[in-house]
């Protein structure tokens, strides 16, 4: 069974850092396009930041300059570096990812919390 695991989020100040990380587990293939996503309070979910496995990167400009995306496709996991973070940035962070298995699927990861405080 394909899971994602999220971790790395917290409660921290305003001008703070976070790494967020994700990591795929299971029986699967290989792993496609991966991206954090987060929905704040009364919000839809957003995209934060997308890679794909040649890491090509697209972002949302809310988080350009502030926020990297990287993954190591050896662990099967992802990471967002988040610098510079605003109390705009409180929500839960998603993973998600395109795994390749006995089909092809999108995978949800269960989130963490990442509370910005001024």
């Known amino acids: 069974q394909v899971q994602l695991v999220e971790s790395g989020g917290g409660l921290v100040q305003a001008g703070g850092s976070l790494k967020l990380s994700c990591a795929a587990s299971?029986?699967?293939?290989?792993?496609?396009?991966m991206a954090w996503y987060r929905q704040a309070p009364g919000n839809q979910r957003e995209l934060v930041e997308r890679?794909?496995?040649?890491?090509?990167?697209n972002y949302a400009n809310s988080v350009k300059d502030r926020f990297t995306i990287s993954r190591d496709n050896a662990k099967n996991t992802v990471y967002l570096q988040m610098n510079t973070l605003k109390p705009e940035d409180t929500a839960i962070y998603y993973c998600?990812?395109?795994?390749?298995?006995?089909?092809?699927?999108?995978?949800w990861g269960q989130g963490t919390q990442v509370t910005v405080s001024s």
């Open positions: 299971g029986n699967f293939f290989s792993i496609n396009a």
């Open positions: 998600k990812a395109t795994i390749i298995a006995t089909r092809g699927a999108v995978y």
């Open positions: 890679i794909t496995t040649g890491g090509s990167t």
